[in-house]
């Protein structure tokens, strides 16, 4: 069982800027896809990035050039580097993470129910 909790959420105007972390209660090399998801009323849990254990990136469209995936292995830590925030942006952001095979991230990213572990949430508010 891999814990995670999310820190870094708050409120922005538009066009702000916010770093969400997640901090892992084990170590996240090798074996475990880390990734970024949010949930809107309206749309259920989207996702936002994945990033391997080799680095390797995956973004939704409409954050793509806005957001930043990272993680610090040392620091059992991945970050979601937010700029440019929109309205639209605003949401509960979930860290999320399964283990994989040579720790490259599913195919189907974005597909929430492919992953095992989440964190609680944290709250992203962008206002106009």
């Known amino acids: 069982q891999v814990r995670l909790v999310e820190s870094g959420g708050g409120s922005v105007q538009t066009g702000g800027s916010l770093r969400l972390s997640c901090g892992a209660s084990?170590?996240?090399?090798?074996?475990?896809?880390m990734g970024w998801f949010r949930r809107v009323p309206a749309n259920g849990r989207q996702g936002v990035a994945t990033?391997?254990?080799?680095?390797?990136?995956n973004y939704a469209d409409i954050v793509k050039d806005r957001f930043t995936i990272s993680r610090d292995n040392a620091k059992n830590t991945v970050y979601l580097e937010m700029n440019d925030l929109k309205p639209e942006d605003t949401a509960v952001y979930y860290c999320?993470?399964?283990?994989?095979?040579?720790?490259?991230?599913?195919?189907?990213?974005?597909?929430?129910?492919?992953?095992?572990?989440w964190g609680q949430g944290t709250q992203v508010t962008v206002s106009l």
């Open positions: 084990e170590s996240i090399d090798g074996t475990i896809c």
């Open positions: 999320a993470a399964d283990r994989v095979v040579g720790g490259v991230c599913f195919y189907d990213w974005a597909d929430a129910g492919l992953y095992r572990y």
């Open positions: 990033i391997a254990s080799d680095g390797t990136t």
